[in-house]
């Protein structure tokens, strides 16, 4: 079983044919500097979508920038720290000059391990600044270029997780805020008559540096080896005992913005091996 992250191979990436998929149009990602939205900036520049990666760590950004544009996409990074409202607006403004924004893939998020008792309120507050306030004035901005496009059609989605079905104990504001997400999701769409939708994607552990950096102290403090902590621990509820790639997901992204995915309104792609369903 390979628990390294995955490299991001072209042969791997959810190619489709789609009219809107083209340079004229915008494609902003969050959270591009790792992970799931660096997978979801290069699956969009592949896919001929002019790409906007934010993300604060501005190294990784422009890796990812690098890494979209050898595989012949284009792509720009825009060092963004989400939880500043002028630099969201910086950012969309920015993307804006590049074409018309017409999808947006919501990704950036964190992890605080605690009981509800015991959780700080400062990292509370982070929380749902990064992954619920955010994502929902990022929504804000950019549904007014998408109405003002020349067919008033845009799509936004979001990574939520197994965490907006079920909740686990000592992950009450991820719980949260992943729930909120399915919410903003709907809430979007009921007002998007048909042409703006937005979806969101649920998934359990994945290849991320967040989820692999967890594996040598659980095996450590389990007294198991690092492949019995992704199988029996982290794997333990799936059918499927091997953790999602990062460009696995970033494919779920392209689908639910093509043409291909045009009855998706307001739903969830629920990829999560069957923890949730089959338990």
Avoid: W
Wanted: hydrophobic content about 45%; charged content about 20%.
């Amino acid at each position: 079983m390979d628990i390294r992250e995955p490299e991001i191979k072209r042969e791997d990436i959810l190619i489709l044919e789609d009219d809107h998929f083209n340079t004229n149009n915008v494609c902003i990602v969050t959270g591009a500097g790792t992970g799931i939205g660096r997978a979801t900036a290069i699956a969009a520049a592949a896919n001929k979508l002019m790409t906007v990666g934010l993300d604060v760590n501005e190294e990784e950004g422009v890796k990812t920038q690098k890494m979209a544009r050898e595989m012949g996409g284009q792509m720009i990074f825009v060092k963004t720290d989400l939880c500043r409202d002028a630099e969201v607006e910086h950012a969309v403004l920015e993307a804006a000059k590049l074409g018309t924004i017409k999808y947006v893939a919501n990704i950036a998020g964190i992890q605080h391990i605690d009981s509800v008792d015991n959780f700080p309120m400062k990292k509370y507050d982070l929380m749902q600044q990064l992954m619920l306030r955010a994502p929902f004035y990022l929504s804000q901005l950019v549904i007014g270029h998408m109405k003002q496009s020349i067919d008033g059609i845009g799509v936004i989605g979001h990574m939520a997780s197994i965490h907006a079905h079920i909740c686990t104990k000592n992950k009450p504001v991820y719980n949260i805020t992943k729930f909120g997400l399915r919410a903003l999701s709907q809430s979007i769409s009921a007002e998007g008559d048909g042409k703006i939708r937005s979806f969101t994607i649920s998934t359990g552990f994945i290849k991320t540096p967040l989820a692999l950096n967890q594996i040598p102290a659980q095996a450590e403090q389990r007294g198991i080896t690092q492949q019995a902590v992704v199988r029996d621990v982290m794997m333990g509820a799936s059918r499927i005992k091997e953790m999602m790639s990062p460009i696995e997901v970033a494919n779920l992204f392209i689908f639910g913005f093509s043409k291909h995915a045009r009855y998706l309104i307001g739903g969830d792609l629920l990829f999560d091996g069957g923890v949730v369903l089959t338990y």
